[in-house]
Each structure stands twice: as C-alpha cells, then as structure tokens.
C-alpha cells in the first residue's frame, strides 16, 4: 500500500500518493494567495492550506483510498498562533519583515544567540516575530494556546496531532540551541516566550534527543525516544479530506530538508546545487562543535543527528533573466543557447548581485557589478558575464563548504539551459548531472513515512558519491530522460586563473557599496535632488 505526502511550498501544495518503490501513483497540485501587509508583512492563511490540500488530495483520484500514512513537509520559519485547532489569525511567513526593531533587541541582548542559532540572525526570525505579536497584537497572545512554525505543523495538528515541529524547520526559527537540539531557553527569556506554547520537536527519523544525555552532544548521540509515527488521522479530518480515517499522520523535515533528503538522502558529503530564481549550494555534514555562525552560510538540522550547510546566491535565475532583458531585449533564452561560445570566457568579471549579496558574502549594499569591459565587449559578452558571474559565487562557497571535486547534481529551472550547465561545469572545474522536474520534497516526505511504518525506505531521487552519481532502476527511469551531463572544456583552465581575482573582487568593491548606498539614500531624501 502507498502513502500520501504533502509538500506545502510558498504558492502551492503538492500531493503525491507514492508507492514503496519510490514511484508516484497519483498527484496534484492547488495554489492559495500571499497577502501583503504595510511595513513588510507577509502573510497567508491557514484555512487556505487546508483548503487546498483537500483539493489536490482529490485530484489523485481513488488512489488515496489505499494509503496507509499522511506524511508532511512544507515551508519553515512561519508563525502560526492557534487556539486549539483553530488559527487566531493568518500566519506571519518566513518573508515578513515587520519585526526589525524587535531584532535589533534581541540581538544587543543576546550574547552568542547567532553562534548556538548555528546562523547570523536576522529580522526574518520567529522569536522577534513573537515579540513583536506581544507588543503589537496583545489580544492574538493572550488567546493562544499553542504555536506552530510551519504548514505542516499547522495541519498535523488539525488532523489530530500534537502540536509538533521538525528539527529542521526549528533551527530556521532562531529559537533553537542547535548543538542541544532543544529550545534555547535564553532566547525565549529574551522574547518572552511561553515554552508551554512551544511544540514538541521530533525528528524525522524517529529519533529525538534523550534527556538522559550531556546537552553539548545530544547533536551526536541521538536515542529512540518515541516513534515517527505520532498520531492518527481523525475521523473528521478524514471526512473533510477524503481519506481513510484511522492512518498514520508523520511530520516529514521542513522544506530545505525534505529536497535535499529527498534527492541525495541523509549521508553527510552529500551535496547538491539548485538553480532557480535565486540559488544555493547545499552539503550535509557531520555535526560540527559550537564555533562562531559563518557570516554568509546557514547550518540546519537534519534528520538523524546530521546537519545541512546552506549557501545561498540570491540573484542566479533572477540576474541572468535581467542581463537578457536588459543588453539583449527581444531575444528568448532559447534563441541565446546556439549563439554563446563555448570555447571563450566573456572577457569580464561579473557581480551578479542586484540587491544585495547572501553567499558567498554577506552583503546587503552589494549590486550588480561588471569589470573589464572594452572596446571590442559585446551584449552577448554581458550577458555571458552574468552566467559566469553566478557560476563563479558558486564555486566560492564549493570551496568553503568543501565540495569534492566530483559529479555535482544539479535542480531547478535554470539547469535546462545547455549552455549555462557548460558554463556551471567549466567555472566549477567539474562535472555537473542536471536533473530537472524532479519533485524532492513529496519523495521526501514518503521516505519518512516508510521509515515511521518500520519498512524499507525508498531511495533518494539521486544518491551521491563524491566521485560518482549512482541512482536505483526505479529512480533512473524516472528522471533519466530529464538527466544532462557537462563536463569542463577548454575554459576551465582561464575559469580556474580568473577564480581567486573573482573571489577578492567582493572584499575590493565593499567599501565601494556602502558608500554608493550611502550617497544614493542621501539622493532620494534630498528634496531637490533632480
């Protein structure tokens, strides 16, 4: 029998009934609106993921009807305050800004809050969020009874759950002591924070921390606590979602976590790279002592007492679209692909940043930034820059996360551009296997599901080596005629003497950046200013 998965993304809810093989019976999708609100919130409603979900259940058709679990997934570091089952208002999601004076609190008084975070903080964070509830909306406190930090939370809970929160959507919260994997008691002391609001943390893997153990390692040494599988599908649930009542209900990783378990599983060294609007690089490791938070890289927990690193680039997709429209308007991605070289770099050196830098610098007055430009540079020239420009943040943070040499995989809409694949693998200085319209996050979610139900587990969509990509029969045929190798050319060697000048182009131009912010925001409140 199959299980059903959820994946409940910023736009939309995927449902998927997959089978023990991995392979997806059954599937559909429903959208539900984001709501913006004055000074940076952002907002949807509860009510609207439960909808939705009951629609894209129904359109898999009598497949639900054998499932044997519900397993969720879906995006980290929302709000949701409920009273009971019931939301008190609409969630504040991981993008709502509205709490930046309330960090700045947090942050002068919290000593090593970013370091036991495992990441720098910033205004995005749930524990100012709350505070700013407290102050802002007193009423929505006093009514609550619980919280919950993400949609799976929230519908978990309403199909008869507890109220729950995966490990790796915890860390993105900033409420969580990574190392401990526990609450960081200090945080919520700052925040004001109930704990008795809080939910209970699980892991993925049926494994949680034992309280019997050295707080400094409970990252490390993981014990059976309870099992994966923590309640059952209500009768009431059942009927508004049209499921068997009486099934299993498993709370998956949250989303960062779900696509990456859900591609290369669980090993640390495995890594990936997604290339989309925006873009990352993400490896799973080992749990690594409490250090001091790397200024441009986030650290999560994953299932099982492993971590994720993640460096993201915030403008990949998004720099590359602006550079066609902008030096080659009138002309589609696929009329470019022909007409690139391939045997020549674009003579520039390119910052893709156009607002801001996350990775492989942290640096919000950064924008885009073109050097070396001459008499005989042409648009197609700019517009290649730009593609180098993103390849090159990413073999930064290969190198600072420790990337091996090997076969890197690759996901994400941009990964069907031929040419940009031959770019990524001669700048990287390896070979790169594109995998696209590969649905991670639902595979996820049923390799939870199985492993709660104490079966076998199916295997990630692309397991990797550091030297090779192996993938299972039932894997390769499904994504297999979506799969695309690069190997480096004749470019990687100038890619590789261009990499370091790159690289220092970031610290050379800082000081550079803030001054331009600087004298720009001093233009726009100058009333005179033409």
């Not at 460096?311 to 602006?322: F, I, P, T």
């Not at 076969?407 to 995998?435: E, H, K």
Request: aromatic fraction near 4%; include cysteine; charge should be negative.
């Amino acid at each position: 029998m199959s299980v059903l998965c959820l994946d409940v993304g910023t736009s939309a809810v995927k449902a998927a009934v997959i089978d023990p093989d991995g392979a997806v019976r059954a599937s559909g999708t429903a959208e539900y609106p984001t709501h913006r609100v004055g000074g940076g919130g952002v907002e949807q409603s509860p009510l609207d993921w439960w909808t939705a979900s009951a629609t894209a259940i129904a359109q898999c058709g009598a497949a639900v009807g054998q499932v044997r679990a519900l397993s969720v997934t879906g995006q980290m570091q929302d709000l949701i305050v409920l009273d009971g089952v019931t939301p008190v208002r609409d969630a504040l999601l991981y993008s709502d800004l509205r709490a930046g004076a309330e960090h700045a609190e947090l942050a002068a008084a919290l000593q090593g809050w970013d370091d036991r975070a495992g990441t720098v903080q910033d205004q995005s964070n749930v524990a100012a969020k709350m505070l700013w509830l407290g102050r802002h909306e007193p009423a929505t406190l006093a009514r609550a009874t619980g919280v919950v930090f993400g949609p799976a939370g929230y519908l978990l809970k309403r199909c008869g759950a507890p109220a729950l929160c995966d490990v790796t959507t915890a860390s993105a919260t900033g409420l969580l002591d990574l190392a401990a994997r526990d609450w960081n008691e200090d945080v919520l002391d700052a925040a004001s924070i109930d704990r008795a609001l809080l939910p209970t943390l699980v892991d993925a893997a049926g494994l949680l921390p034992a309280a019997h153990e050295d707080p400094t390692a409970r990252g490390k040494r993981m014990a059976l606590r309870q099992p994966a599988v923590h309640a059952e599908l209500s009768a009431a649930a059942a009927r508004e979602l049209g499921l068997p009542a009486g099934i299993a209900l498993v709370c998956a990783a949250g989303d960062a976590g779900a696509a990456t378990d859900g591609l290369v599983g669980d090993e640390p060294g495995a890594a990936y790279l997604y290339l989309g609007t925006t873009g990352w690089l993400a490896k799973i490791s080992e749990p690594g002592p409490r250090g001091t938070a790397h200024p441009s890289m986030h650290r999560l927990a994953m299932p099982g007492g492993s971590e994720l690193a993640i460096a993201a680039v915030l403008h990949a997709g998004s720099a590359v679209d602006w550079a066609r429209r902008t030096f080659l308007p009138g002309r589609s991605f696929a009329d470019l692909e022909a007409q690139l070289p391939t045997h020549r770099t674009s003579g520039l050196l390119c910052l893709p940043g156009l607002a801001g830098e996350r990775s492989p610098v942290r640096d919000p007055h950064a924008r885009g930034t073109f050097v070396g430009a001459g008499p005989d540079t042409t648009a197609e020239d700019f517009y290649l820059a730009t593609l180098e420009g993103v390849a090159f943040a990413f073999r930064h943070v290969a190198d600072e996360l420790g990337v091996g040499d090997g076969v890197l995989p690759a996901v994400g809409g941009g990964v069907r551009s031929a040419a940009w694949r031959q770019v990524l693998a001669d700048v990287l200085d390896r070979p790169i296997v594109a995998i696209a319209d590969v649905d991670s996050g639902t595979h996820s979610a049923a390799r939870a599901a199985y492993r709660a139900l104490g079966e076998p587990v199916p295997a990630p969509l692309l397991a990797t080596a550091r030297d090779s990509i192996a993938h299972d029969a039932t894997a390769r045929n499904a994504v297999a005629r979506d799969e695309h190798r690069a190997d480096p050319g004749s470019r990687s060697a100038d890619y590789r003497r261009l990499a370091p000048v790159h690289h220092d182009l970031y610290g050379t131009l800082a000081e550079t950046f803030r001054r331009l912010s600087t004298a720009t925001a001093a233009d726009r409140k100058d009333p005179d200013h033409a």
